[in-house]
């Protein structure tokens, strides 16, 4: 029964298709399976448990559940809002509304925003909480994984749970990591590009992925490893909402060069004009993969039992968000 149930999980993961999967199937699972073994890097000696890269597959298969599982028809309007931020219309919102005595309003919960900032409803996204409040819950499994006296049953229950956090988390880092989806111009319909997001983000990424054997995962982790010393030193100290407004920001400045890109390929010539976005899509990815690493290695500190860990949820439930004015609308 249980070998049905994967084979019908993976059958959907290779038919099914929604709107605005940052990087389509393969990127997102490239970002949480790298940073795993970025995250690694750090672990000292053979004794130590390598748990993140023995279970990457399983990293990469949850990095894949918000935009596979989650955006069913059940849970899509809760779902949608949380895997982008139009940062135009944040910033056109928010600057007059800063005032220097006052917390970052990015600071706010979920709800205290949505009730306090009316004119920047859900629908402009809402990745940046997401990310924290799963955070949050990654954060009180970690707690409890601490806890020496658990069973082995309980222990590898909550493992098999924090392995979905974790992985999930993943998706909506490596969402803020696409250029479109940090912008209202989100499939170029304000450009007359129309197409440019799915074409971006999953047709070359497609194409790129099996150029040179397999070279796109190799030249992702590759630049990752290569920057990973200095990220951890700037990264040091710095809250998770921090590190991911930069990498949104770092993203953005990538928006016009991509739209400029695709204004002068022919989408039709694959081979050719994949190429022309071959280095911002490394380092797009590369970028997801170095925060993702970093985002493990905040929640470790706990042992790993890996003797008989059999545990994997195929279909992980929905983690629901936090009830807002909208929401409470649905």
Not at 233 to 257: N, Y
Not at 310 to 321: C, G, H, L, R
Request: glycine share 6%; proline share 4%.
């Amino acid at each position: 029964m249980r070998n049905f149930i994967c084979i019908l999980i993976l059958a959907e993961l290779l038919t099914f298709n929604l709107q605005a999967h940052a990087w389509g199937r393969r990127g997102h699972s490239l970002i949480c399976q790298s940073a795993a073994y970025l995250a690694s890097q750090d672990q000292k000696t053979s004794e130590e448990p390598f748990f993140l890269k023995a279970h990457s597959f399983d990293l990469g298969y949850y990095c894949n559940v918000p935009d596979i599982i989650w955006k069913r028809p059940a849970t899509y309007k809760k779902e949608s809002f949380n895997h982008f931020m139009d940062l135009e219309l944040f910033d056109k919102q928010i600057g007059p509304a800063v005032m220097k005595d006052q917390p970052s309003p990015f600071k706010l919960e979920r709800v205290e925003f949505d009730e306090k900032f009316k004119d920047l409803p859900e629908k402009y996204g809402r990745a940046w909480w997401r990310i924290r409040e799963l955070d949050a819950k990654l954060g009180e499994l970690t707690k409890k994984l601490k806890n020496t006296e658990l069973t082995s049953d309980q222990r590898k229950e909550l493992q098999a749970e924090w392995l979905v956090v974790a992985g999930a988390t993943g998706h909506y880092i490596g969402d803020l990591a696409m250029p479109l989806h940090v912008s209202e111009n989100y499939d170029g319909q304000l450009t007359g590009q129309k197409g440019i997001h799915h074409h971006f983000e999953e047709t070359v990424v497609d194409e790129l992925f099996l150029q040179k054997r397999f070279g796109l995962q190799e030249a992702v982790y590759k630049k990752a490893l290569g920057q990973w010393s200095s990220y951890k030193k700037k990264a040091k100290g710095k809250d998770l909402l921090d590190l991911v407004k930069e990498l949104s920001r770092d993203s953005q400045k990538s928006i016009e060069p991509l739209l400029k890109i695709d204004k002068k390929n022919d989408r039709k010539n694959l081979e050719k004009s994949s190429s022309k976005y071959r280095d911002m899509i490394v380092d797009r990815l590369a970028k997801g993969v170095l925060l993702q690493a970093y985002f493990y290695q905040s929640h470790l500190g706990w042992d790993f039992e890996e003797k008989k860990f059999y545990n994997f949820i195929e279909a992980p439930a929905f983690i629901e968000t936090p009830k807002g004015p909208e929401t409470k609308k649905k």
